[in-house]
């Protein structure tokens, strides 16, 4: 099945790109997401219309995301947790606990756009990036402190 892609989709494409896709992958999830419309004639020459707004739109949301990674380039998150032998946590520091002290700081982020391979077991300073958009990163500092006793 044909589609027009409306979002840029990590595994597929970019928002504006006709694919070739399975009947099943459209059908039970691209199309109920809103990810993608069949690509008939009339979509096509809709989408071609609405192709320089589209640009100026994008072009402003890649601006907006780069001032945004620019200020949070310096952040520090520092997290105060409880610590066994070997400087080794007692849980850990994962993807949702530094996205809900983002937030408290006052950063607008995407629930999906802090890249942890695995959550922070030990104390110390750990970079993580963030993706801002496609192709707009922004490195942070996660500082995880022992718990005074």
Known sequence: MKVILRK???TLGNAGEIKEVKLGYARNYLLPKGFVVEATPGNVKNW????ARRKERIAKDVQDARAKAEKMGGTVLTFVREVGADEKLFGSVGKADILKSLVSA???IAKDAVILDAPIKTVGDTPVKLRLRKDVYATISVRVAPKAE
Request: glycine letters at 20%.
């Open 48 to 51: 071609e219309l609405g192709a």
């Open 106 to 108: 006052g950063h607008e």
């Open 8 to 10: 840029d989709i990590e």
